[in-house]
């Protein structure tokens, strides 16, 4: 097994809060190389203490979208989060795989509820 690659989450946050969708794409995109090349990569959450799923989502949740899900179960591994904050860590990997399985059918009920006329069009189309 390759050696895992630690990339601390407050280098991408700057404080100690884990809040921004923005700094959260800035760790996805520091992340995937090492994925691509089949690296394990632990995410340190020492010195973090609000982590929200936006966050997370920008972070983690879209590489489900991006590979398959067993390479990113395999591969991402976190430390220093505690039991309120893993299992937000869990949901939003949970969340992002029912997602990526069927996206245009979390599409179609999202714009339903926003705007239904404009589900209706892309139903018809």
């Given amino acids: 097994m390759k050696t895992p690659i630690t990339i601390q989450v407050r280098d991408f946050t700057g404080c ?45 949740g879209q590489l489900y979208g991006e590979m398959p899900y067993g390479d990113v179960d395999a591969l991402i591994s976190v430390r220093e989060l505690g039991g309120d904050e893993r299992e937000l860590f869990q949901r939003v990997a949970a969340n992002a795989k029912r997602y990526y399985a069927n996206p245009l059918a979390f599409d179609r009920a999202w714009a339903e509820e926003v705007e239904p006329q404009a589900t209706q069009e892309m139903i018809q189309a």
């Fill in 16 to 60: 100690p809060f884990a809040v921004s969708a923005e700094d959260g794409q800035r760790l996805h995109d520091a992340v995937v190389p090492a994925l691509k090349e089949g690296k394990p990569v632990v995410l340190s959450f020492a010195g973090i203490e609000t982590i929200i799923a936006a966050f997370l989502g920008a972070a983690v």
